[in-house]
């Protein structure tokens, strides 16, 4: 398969040091890095990423080809550029599954020490049974190096599978993922402390956003700590049996109970229910701005199906400020991320619909939930690629983003995918600048 790069459709200004530019001297084929599925270096569309202190970028990759169900770690260069002196060969390939079973790599995070620390889904997980699911954590050195530093755990649940992690200042790391606790599945978050050879689980916490008695799913998408050590937990929750799903936030405690100041039972759900739609809602980031206001973002499906992003600020006890609707394209969007920045505006990635294919998109939001226009071409960084079928639209969705520190300049990193008609998908990854 061949990967054609003919246009950018860039709406923002031309000079690499404005806010909101594409930054022309990132990237293997500048502006941008792309990979694709099935290559015979063996990985697939990238799950996560994360930055390091350098200015380095490690994704969390699905393998393909020869280790296909197995996870795979990268690195790209803080230019753009692939690192080949990552791991081995330039890449970390993960197996926690006997035999043909699939190991998922879900989240990687840089420890307060450089080590990377990473989640991943186990199937058939020993010596559990083969239809068993388990959550895997290990410790890597910061080049991928790899040790004797893995642990599995296996709750109560029938599967668990891991979705998302943070790391606090102590070095312990909160992880949270879904219970299947069939019929009914629930969010599963565990504290892990790493004693210098293993990992131990410390707590425990199952989070229900269902009524007693009511058999329906809760899934978790995202973590975030504030500053207090608290822990924000957002996802979405089946309301009823028509599928109505509403976004879902928690506030925990340290001890990982419930913080009951939130929302007075430490839950709240959201109920975006756009006129038209079938009511599917699903929060997929969440943070804190510079005053300590809770933002979370995600999409909810409107008119004739179209898809709008969403974002609403709430207080600390969950009082909601503002909660605002964006369209932004004729056929919808999508919002991802949410970067909250020394100025007191909140980024946003994600991707744009019409007419002439899907972008994907960065923005900023002012403090009242607007799109701040002054960013990129009118409010938003627009990048897509020509796609592989001549003549077909570009489908490109922005579905990572994280802040990079580099060179004395802080940008924001895109990882995004674009779909191929035969069904295999490339993803690659931009930047954008944001200050000097």
Known sequence: MK??????????????????????????TPPFSHFYDQTTDGFGKARYMATQADGKIVFATAGAASIAGKGVLIRLNAN????????????????????????????????????????????????LPALRTCVTLERLGKDGQRGPYTSTIHGEAIAEHGVDLVIEPNGDVVTVGAGDFSPS????????????????????????????????PDHPTAIARVGTGKLLICGWTLFDAQEDLDFAVAQLKPDLTLDTSFSNDGKLTVAVDLPGSNRMDACESIATDATGRIWVGGTAQGENGYDNSVVAAYTTTGTQVFRKVHPIAGFGSALTELLPTRDGTVL?????????????????????????????GNGLVSFNRTPFVPGALPFDWGSFARWQVSGGRTRVVVAGRQLHFSGDEAWGVFRTEVFP
Request: glycine share 12%.
């Open 3 to 28: 990967y054609v790069i003919a246009s950018l459709a860039l709406f923002a200004n031309s000079q690499a040091s404005a806010a909101g530019a594409i930054d022309f001297s990132f990237g293997a």
């Open 80 to 127: 753009g550029t692939r690192d080949w002196s990552f791991g081995q060969n330039g890449r970390v390939v993960l197996s926690y599954a006997t035999g043909a079973s699939e190991t998922t790599t879900n989240a990687v995070a840089v420890a307060g020490d450089g080590a990377l620390v990473v989640l991943s889904t186990a199937k058939a997980c020993a010596p």
């Open 185 to 216: 599945s629930d969010w599963v978050v565990r504290r892990w402390r790493f004693n210098g050879t293993t990992w131990q689980a410390l707590l425990t916490s199952r989070i229900d956003f269902t009524a007693s008695g009511v058999s329906r």
């Open 348 to 376: 946003f990635a994600g991707s744009m619909f019409s007419s002439t294919g899907t972008a994907a998109i960065v923005g900023r939001f002012l403090s009242n939930g607007d799109i701040d226009s002054t960013f990129g």
